[in-house]
């Protein structure tokens, strides 16, 4: 058991980080990538976006952000439509199928950890839901 900050520091980076790879394996569409996964996720939570947007959100340039959504539009994924009072911007949207991918990887996700949790003590799963709620506030500070 790590005894100081640095060292626990150190253990809770290392678990949170393999967690977060086992439940990323989890996905509808194996050939998806966590990029393409993570545009999916966001059109789905934040509704439709410009190229531009798209980029900013996920922290990457524009034309790298046009790859990506030219590769989900080729997979059925999304669809692109012209901005209504701008023509000259595209809209990226989310098409029915997309949608279920997002849906779909969720509840795999969701079902996995679930099964684990399941393997664990009423204990163990109380403090988890605690560390769960610490994790939260350190992620927004």
Not at 3 to 21: C, K, V
Not at 55 to 65: F, I, L
Not at 68 to 85: F, H, P
Request: with cysteine; proline share 1%; net charge positive.
């Amino acid at each position: 058991m790590a005894s100081t900050i640095g060292e626990q520091s150190t253990e809770l980076r290392i678990a949170t980080f393999r967690l977060a790879r086992r439940l990323r394996a989890e996905k509808a569409d194996g050939e998806l990538s966590d990029a393409h996964f993570s545009v999916l996720a966001g059109l789905h939570k934040h509704g439709q976006e410009t190229l531009t947007a798209l980029a900013e959100r996920e922290g990457v340039t524009a034309p790298s952000m046009n790859r990506t959504v030219n590769c989900l539009q080729e997979w059925g994924y999304i669809e692109r439509i012209a901005d209504k009072s701008d023509k000259r911007k595209v809209i990226v949207t989310l098409t029915d199928s997309g949608h279920e991918t997002v849906m779909n990887t969720v509840k795999k996700r969701d079902r996995w950890l679930h099964q684990q949790l399941r393997t664990l003590s009423p204990e163990d799963r109380a403090t988890l839901a605690a560390a769960s709620e610490l994790m939260r506030s350190l992620a927004t500070q």
